[in-house]
């Protein structure tokens, strides 16, 4: 669908899908008091379709959850090792080693003031 048409149809909201529901409840139970205006084989169609739909969604938001799990545990994993390799570097410099003035030099751009990271990836690395 284009974005035009998106926005024509639109999404129907949750008291409407209670309401095809409910059409669709009666119509399985009841048929006899079935509106014969409507395309009871097409409304089917589409109900069960829909339902399918609805399912792959779901599954697909559940993997979309896992997968970003994943990823929030490995970057947390890189950050921890890059604290790491950070305080290593910024040790070598303070005992004199040659060599690493220049890594510290770009990794502390990254460095906010104030105190001490909390190992938190929003927290930033540790101080100067």
């Keep these: ?3 035009q048409e998106r926005m024509l149809y639109g999404s ?3 008291q409407n899908k209670l309401v095809i529901n409910k059409v669709n409840d009666f119509y399985d139970t ?9 395309d009871w084989a097409e409304f089917k169609r589409d109900f069960d379709s829909r339902s399918f739909l609805q399912g792959l969604l779901m599954r697909l938001d559940n993997l979309k959850i896992g997968l970003d799990s994943s990823k929030i545990l490995h970057d947390w994993d ?8 950070y305080d290593y570097t ?3 410099v303070a005992s004199g080693m040659g060599g690493f ?28």
């Design 12 to 14: 129907v909201n949750e």
């Design 78 to 85: 890189n950050y921890q090792a890059a604290l790491t390799d």
């Design 90 to 92: 910024k040790y070598k």
């Design 1 to 3: 669908m284009t974005p």
């Design 30 to 38: 009841q048929s006899s008091l079935a509106s014969p205006d409507v």
């Design 101 to 128: 003035e220049a890594k510290v030099s770009e990794l502390k751009q990254f460095f906010k003031g104030g105190g001490p990271a909390t190992g938190h990836p929003d927290s930033g690395p540790k101080s100067e």
